[in-house]
């Protein structure tokens, strides 16, 4: 394990990621926690601990339920020395939460051999395209039929990429609006909205909905258990 922590700060000079949402994102996650009324819930990717709080604090008013975060560097002290865990405990909610600090690729198949299940997975881990996939690959074994899958920063390109494989290649509905990779550019921003207008008022105020309401976090509904068919395989 150390080894590959190691290997994250030399390539990437940081084994840290920016680490929260905006506010308005964290408000939709409650939003989608309170309809849902999920019991067992799992995170990938805690950090401070904020999304944790949440989920834990809605679990709590419910009255039940339990919520698992993976996170490989929550108590080191050149990760988030234990912020996160420190933060569930002093709101009390320590009785509805576990930490499995580990990485994404190791626990994750665990749980699917033991035969854990889901009603609500946030992806929220490292962010390249290897990472997000496998994280959606597991969290969709994982998932109840019936449950949601939520994933951050939707327009990362590595991780909007791999949401176009879910939408692409399982039987999921899109619960948030439709997700848009990060333009950098302005002129390409201007484009991208005058494709908007152009396809209608529809498509422009779901894409008005993301900028305001959902920013980079994207949600799906689980409809049902599905692999595709051997030689399936469409651009995504
Ligand atoms: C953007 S932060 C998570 C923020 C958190 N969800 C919140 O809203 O408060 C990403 C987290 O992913 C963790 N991470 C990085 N590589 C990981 C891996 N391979 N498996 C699981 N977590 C990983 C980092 O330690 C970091 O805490």
């Not at 779901?206 to 651009?235: C, H, M, T």
Request: hydrophobic share 40%; glycine share 8%; proline share 6%.
């Amino acid at each position: 394990m150390p080894q590959t922590s190691e290997r994250i700060k030399r390539e990437t000079g940081s084994t840290r990621l920016p680490a929260s949402m905006r506010a308005e994102e964290y408000a939709r996650l409650k939003e989608l926690l309170l309809q849902l009324r999920p019991e067992a819930t799992l995170e990938i990717g805690m950090a401070n601990g904020e999304s944790s709080l949440i989920i834990c604090e809605v679990l709590n008013q419910l009255g039940k339920g339990k919520h698992m975060a993976i996170d490989p560097f929550e108590s080191s002290p050149d990760g988030w020395a234990g912020r996160g865990v420190e933060k569930i405990r002093q709101a009390g909610l320590s009785h509805c939460f576990e930490l499995l600090e580990e990485f994404d690729y190791l626990v994750l198949p665990r749980l699917v051999a033991e035969r854990k299940f889901f009603d609500f997975i946030l992806i929220d881990g490292w962010h390249s395209f290897d990472y997000t996939f496998i994280d959606i690959f597991y969290a969709d074994l994982l998932l109840k039929p019936g449950g949601v899958l939520a994933i951050h920063d939707t327009g990362w390109p590595a991780v909007y990429k791999a949401c176009r494989f879910l939408e692409t290649h399982k039987r999921y509905d899109r619960i948030s609006p439709p997700i848009a990779v990060i333009i950098p550019s302005l002129v390409g921003r201007i484009f991208r909205r005058l494709g908007q207008i152009l396809r209608g008022p529809k498509a422009f105020m779901e894409a008005r909905r993301r900028r305001i309401e959902w920013y980079s976090l994207g949600a799906y509904q689980k409809r049902e258990n599905y692999q595709v068919p051997n030689d399936f395989f469409v651009e995504f």
